[in-house]
């Protein structure tokens, strides 16, 4: 094993796989990953014009028990696309085979092994690569992050992509002290006042901190905070991995973006575009005008045209519960579906959206400005949906592109004066996108490629 590695890290998830699963669990319900939704990986990473088929490859790096695997394999059953499931943990491995097993999938190939021997094991090379609460475990997360980009396409003719998920420092502030407070409990020995001249085993770690956790005072950081983590509530490796890992670290955002951005910051960053969507919730979390709420203070619409990472870094102070960092990393902002062009497809998704019920919100105050209000995310922002927002928006059916819905719109034209362009009506119609692309709601995909959804 390279120097990064730590055979404590390794030990633990041999002993407990995680997440935490039961592969019968899958006779009943597939778990879905945020990231690897195929619209939001074709949406964000591909420019809306990937088909997933012609040998599609997808590498999970660290994949544990199988989450993101098994729902891209799902996904991709019925295409010639590869998945490679990477982990150093075999019991992981065993888990996820097994539930891989039971849905009868036969597009996944199983590697035992280190992330960061990548360059060495003669993979080949991917167009997407998950590997969700891995790097931040490693004791040199650049040296990861290199092994993933020495295996991802980078021909120049079509874009790659990475789906990445790391710890974020501000909401997980309780978590750090409460990993400190055990490292001191569980030198001192153990709960019942034995000495303890060697390390306590993992079963022991897990008993004190249980016995703690039931009789913190609620000043505890970490019980005030309590409601933004739950693996302490999932079993023994939920508790491990959340309170008692050996190697463990997080980042804000303007530490990713100087890592794996331009290095701005005098860092020395990888160059790469990062778009961020958080579970659940899209960019929202990371956009000062959407965090602070339906009353936002005189300064919000200066604070709206600063640079990007400005407006996220001060976001996440602002709304302090970003636990995670999620998002994709690709070669420069092309690789996003462009908004503006008529060949593109609006679709809902993520929630049970309809044209109708959508242009019903939007117009609740007769074309003016309105507080959004959206349930699923808890986010709760004014917008101006414009003179033609409603009107577009009911003809949203997620098969015509904007050319088709903008060529009814003029037929239904009922105006004296002539009907606007379709350069007007994108401009009229640009904040009510923004908004609901925000909460990844509305995405877009090329006309020409087909639709893809999970069973």
Known sequence: MPHNYLPQVRSQYEALPYPPCN??????????TWLEDLPMINHYCFAGKQSFQNGFRALVAGGGTGDATIFLA????????????????????????????????SNIRWVHDSLLNLPGLGLGRFDYINCSGVLHHLADPDLGLKALRSVLKNDGAHPAAIGLMVYASTGRTGVYQMQALMRLVNAAGSADGAPSGEALDAQRKIANTRDLLASLPPSNWFMRSEELHHDHKAGD???????????DRSYSVGELF?????????????????IFTDVQRGRSPYLPHMVLGRKP?????????????????????????????????????????????????????????TGEIAAQVFNSNRGQPFVLQHQHS????????????????????????????????????????????????????????????????????????GVFAAR
């Open 23 to 32: 592969p019968q669990d899958d006779h009943q319900r597939l778990v879905k």
């Open 74 to 105: 799902e996904q991709l059953r019925a295409t010639d696309a590869e998945i490679v499931h990477l982990d150093m943990s075999q019991a992981s491995i065993a888990l996820a085979q097994e539930r891989a097993q039971i849905r009868g999938l």
């Open 237 to 247: 490796a939920g508790i491990y991995d959340l309170l008692l890992h050996s190697q």
């Open 258 to 274: 100087d890592w794996l951005g331009d290095g701005a910051g005098g860092a020395g960053g990888h160059g790469l575009h990062l």
């Open 297 to 353: 203070p005189a300064m919000a619409a200066a604070l709206r045209q600063l640079p990007r990472r400005q407006q996220y870094a001060m976001a996440e102070l602002m709304i302090g519960d970003i636990t995670t960092h999620s998002l994709y990393l690709t070669r420069d902002a092309a690789c996003t579906a462009p908004y503006g062009n008529a060949d593109y497809v609006p679709f809902f998704f993520h929630e049970p959206l």
């Open 378 to 449: 808890g986010v709760s922002v004014a917008v101006n949906p414009g003179k033609y927002g409603a009107k577009i928006l009911r003809l949203i059916d997620g098969q015509r592109s904007f050319g088709e819905i903008f060529e009814q719109f003029r037929a239904d034209w009922k105006g004296q004066a002539a009907a606007p362009d379709d350069a007007a009506l994108f401009a009229d119609f640009a904040e009510s996108y923004d908004t609901l692309n925000a909460l990844d709601r509305l995405l877009l995909r090329h006309r020409e490629t």
